[in-house]
């Protein structure tokens, strides 16, 4: 995987954080821009983790399934992708539907809880880079520093913006993880 391969994957990894930002601010009436940095970064270092500990996971399953390791990820990247298209097409009744942040220690909990349930899908992707052999360093610290500037950035303008930019990001970044497991089987096979 090339440099904006992995580039485009980390974009894709972080728009369902950035829909969420973008729902949360929304609902606020003006979002300081250090709060909105701190946020980002939580939700940054919990996506860049999340595929180091799939990557291990992969890694290890990898003597098992080497030999159609590309039709995994080809399988991976799929159902990610439908799974982020399917999300961002559900309707919604007319204000965004995320959990609800607010400035006490008791939505901090939440923002850590907000935050793992985004980045569920970048430990199947840790999965799937361990078995296309990509630097995952490299590629673990792309996904949290998109996803730690896509937070903020749909913090920042969440109300300006929408909830339905958010959710076109979600299906653009579904429809990468498509291509990109697409282009993954498509190498393999054609070698």
């Not at 999340?50 to 039709?71: C, F, M, S």
């Not at 204000?95 to 609800?100: L, P, T, V």
């Not at 590629?139 to 896509?150: E, N, P, S």
Request: aromatic fraction near 10%; glycine fraction near 10%.
């Amino acid at each position: 995987m090339n440099f904006w391969a992995i580039l485009l994957l980390a974009l894709a990894m972080s728009t369902d954080a950035f829909a969420v930002a973008v729902c949360r601010g929304i609902s606020l009436k003006s979002t300081p821009i250090l709060g909105a940095l701190k946020i980002g970064i939580l939700f940054g270092v919990v996506e860049a983790i999340t595929p180091l500990l799939g990557w291990l996971v992969g890694y290890i399953a990898l003597q098992y399934i080497e030999q159609w390791d590309h039709w995994v990820v080809f399988a991976v990247m799929l159902f990610l992708g439908i799974n982020m298209i399917y999300n961002s097409q559900k309707q919604s009744d007319g204000n965004c539907q995320e959990d609800e942040l607010t400035s006490s220690k008791k939505s901090f909990l939440m923002l850590i809880f907000t935050a793992i349930s985004t980045s569920i899908d970048a430990f199947a992707v840790g999965v799937g880079l361990a078995l296309a052999s990509v630097n995952i360093f490299f590629a673990a610290a792309m996904i949290g520093l998109a996803t730690c500037t896509m937070v903020t950035i749909g913090l920042l303008l969440g109300n300006k913006i929408g909830c339905l930019i958010g959710k076109r990001a979600e299906l653009l970044g579904g429809l990468v993880l498509i291509s990109i497991g697409v282009i993954t089987l498509y190498q393999h096979l054609s070698v």
